[in-house]
């Protein structure tokens, strides 16, 4: 459950969302299995979605993260090369001087498709060499790609152009190193974000949506410049024959550049609104099937719920969660579950921060501990005590049967 875990609230009298949630399905789960708490990178790091499930698969987010483009446009489909710069996107809403005023045009679902077919058109002049390739992802999210096509290249050291804040314009664009091709993939972007505006301004789209009383999609803010990574398959690393099941492109991408099958799941929004029936029913129908042995799925409600402060709709997610999709995991015989999150993005930060997140394992010959609740405080007293992402793993591949002796 992506961003799942928190910290204690005044308004939940002391507690966080997962622990004043009425969760009775998780802890069952947590009565059954073993418990602890998880460092997605290490103690003290703050994770980003990506880098935490590169750690939680097995890989060194240190030696292959090259920035949160390249798995978000792999993630919506779109084929990146090497030599390619990717980066994530918003849909934003800006107003007449170019100051943002909602970094998420109001959590937009409908309509991205049509504005980014304008925004394909887009040449700059003095870069008619590269090709600007733009893709739409779930809500308000997309994903923008820059491919050289002339003997000049380009460059991932560049700066973000998100504020971070409404209130401000986007940031210019800076190298961040001294190269040529750093200097030049600036300048682009800067040019890019500017012409976005002007393309997309007065899209149909964005009048009906000014028309209705709603924010509109009238600028595109990229961030996190990624080159291709190289990634050793996730099958080959650990014997597997794994599947993704994700609502965000991000997710999927991490997925796809470790050779992990998707699934795409009608109705996933990656918000509180998401279908957790279609969701639930294809976790069920390929965890009891013979094709996948191994599966690695997200939930992004809570997330979503975390860094709009709604300490609401986090906990009723989560109740949600609990009745929906854990209930029907616990009918699953005869394989290993872990539950627990990528971060923490507490209410009251808005954001991702270092807080360790709660984890249970359940499975054939799992020694149960004396937990049983899941959430941040009462997992510490677990089995498994404090464990990194990066040994998630090698204790799953072990229960499994899945490991070689290390010596003699």
């Known amino acids: 459950m992506d961003g799942l875990g928190d910290r ?34 290490k103690p003290g790091i703050i994770p980003g979605s990506d880098t935490a499930h590169i750690s939680i698969l097995g890989y060194d987010p240190y030696e292959i993260y090259t920035g949160r483009g390249p798995f978000e446009a792999s993630g919506v489909g779109v084929d990146i090369l090497p030599g390619d710069i990717a980066f994530r996107c918003n849909f934003s809403t ?62 991932d050291a560049v700066s973000d152009a998100d504020p971070k804040n409404e209130g401000k314009p986007p940031k210019i664009v800076f190298p961040t190193d001294d190269t040529k091709e750093a ?13 976005s505006y002007e393309m997309i301004k007065n899209h149909p789209v964005n009048q009906e949506r000014e028309k209705n009383g709603e924010p509109p999609a009238n600028i595109i803010v990229p961030r996190g410049a990624g080159a291709v990574p190289e ?41 509180t609104d998401t279908n957790l029936d279609n969701i639930i029913d294809e976790i069920v129908k390929h965890a009891t099937g013979d094709e996948y042995n191994f599966l690695l799925i997200n939930i992004d409600g809570a997330d979503e719920a975390g860094h709009d402060g709604s300490f609401e709709e986090k906990l009723e997610f989560i109740e949600k969660v609990d009745k929906v999709v854990i209930k029907k995991l616990l009918e699953i015989e005869d394989c290993y579950i872990i539950l627990t999150a990528d971060h923490s993005t507490p209410i009251s930060r808005m954001d991702h921060t270092a807080d360790p997140v709660p984890i249970i394992i ?19 007293k677990g089995g498994l005590c404090r464990i990194r992402g990066s040994d998630v793993m090698d204790i799953l591949m072990d229960l499994m049967n899945n490991s070689s002796k290390f010596g003699a």
């Open 8 to 41: 204690p609230l005044k308004d939940l009298n002391g507690m966080t969302p997962l622990q004043a949630a009425k969760t009775p399905n998780m802890d069952k789960m947590a009565e059954k299995g073993i418990n602890g708490l998880m460092d997605s990178i």
């Open 231 to 271: 990634v050793e398959p996730i099958n080959e690393k650990y014997n597997l024959n794994s599947v993704c099941i994700a609502e965000t492109g991000l997710i999927m991408g991490i997925g796809r550049f470790a050779g992990m099958d998707i699934i795409e799941v009608d109705g996933a929004t990656g918000g």
């Open 183 to 195: 200097v030049r993939t600036a300048d682009i972007l800067n040019k890019v974000v500017n012409k």
């Open 94 to 155: 800006a107003d007449n001087n170019k100051i943002i005023t909602d970094r998420r045009a109001g959590r937009i679902r409908d309509g991205t498709k049509d504005i980014i077919n304008t925004l394909n058109e887009m040449v700059i002049e003095e870069y008619e060499d590269v090709k600007i390739i733009f893709k739409e992802s779930t809500g308000h999210r997309a994903v923008l790609v820059l491919r050289s096509e002339g003997d000049e290249s380009l460059s």
């Open 362 to 380: 359940n499975g054939p010959e799992v020694r149960i501990d004396n937990v049983n609740e899941f959430n941040e405080i009462e997992a510490h």
